[in-house]
T-cell receptor, first 115, second 117 residues
Framework: AQSVTQLDSHVSVSEGTPVLLRCNYSSSYSPSLFWYVQHPNKGLQLLLK??????LVKGINGFEAEFKKSETSFHLTKPSAHMSDAAEYFC?????????????FGKGTKLSVKP | NAGVMQNPRHLVRRRGQEARLRCSPMKGHSHVYWYRQLPEEGLKFMVYLQKENIIDESGMPKERFSAEFPKEGPSILRIQQVVRGDSAAYFC???????????????FGQGTRLTVV
């Protein structure tokens, strides 16, 4: 079975400082992992995805994530936070054990950005 | 190319009424998924449909909830006799036809926020 654990429910950073949102996964297979962002009262937007190609994945808006098999981690980072990054971020794994397209979501990390 | 369209965006129902949530997938997408997001929670899978077929409904409550994706028209998530605990955001996602060995991306709509009063 697959699962993801987001280690922080809330992260607060100052504008211009680095962002680190942590995610650990559990998977019996080589996982497909995603990060989605949800702005208040909006839908979900895909930031980036890992599908067993390069371990360092670059996404939109300057975000990137590194797949580390030895640590079963897929942390999301950004060198410099912007006010518009304030949102909720979800780490997601594709559930191969279920139907195709069955995404398993972490509980989310709310990112606050202080001026 | 319009994205996944959900309507209504907000829906208020009294206890015991029916709620109908609609989802039009992206053009060319034949797979639709419904997810529910409770407050302070991530999204939980409910059901996966293709045109005229329910592929996986393992996340659907056994009673009062049903989903369909007819040959023509949007996918519908129907909740009968709503209760306060049904209050949540319901998201629809769509993806293209699955091809062996490829990992398809799911595109999400903006959700329908159901409030049961």
């Amino acid at each position: 079975a697959q699962s993801v654990t987001q280690l922080d429910s809330h992260v607060s950073v100052s504008e211009g400082t680095p962002v680190l949102l942590r995610c650990n996964y559990s998977s019996s297979y080589s996982p497909s992992l995603f990060w989605y962002v949800q702005h208040p009262n909006k839908g979900l937007q895909l930031l980036l995805k890992y599908t067993s190609a390069a371990t360092l994945v670059k996404g939109i808006n300057g975000f990137e994530a590194e797949f580390k098999k030895s640590e079963t981690s897929f942390h999301l980072t950004k060198p410099s936070a912007h006010m518009s990054d304030a949102a909720e971020y979800f780490c997601v794994v594709l559930n191969y054990g279920g139907s195709q397209g069955n995404l398993i979501f972490g509980k989310g990390t709310k990112l606050s950005v202080k001026p | 190319n319009a994205g996944v369209m959900q309507n209504p965006r907000h829906l208020v129902r009294r206890r015991g009424q029916e709620a109908r949530l609609r989802c039009s997938p992206m053009k060319g997408h034949s797979h639709v998924y419904w997810y529910r997001q409770l407050p302070e929670e991530g999204l939980k899978f409910m059901v996966y449909l293709q045109k005229e077929n329910i592929i996986d409904e393992s996340g659907m409550p056994k009673e009062r909830f049903s989903a369909e994706f007819p040959k023509e028209g949007p996918s519908i998530l129907r909740i009968q006799q709503v209760v306060r605990g049904d209050s949540a955001a319901y998201f629809c996602a769509s993806s293209p036809r699955y091809r062996e060995g490829l990992n398809t991306e799911a595109f999400f709509g903006q959700g329908t926020r159901l409030t049961v009063v």
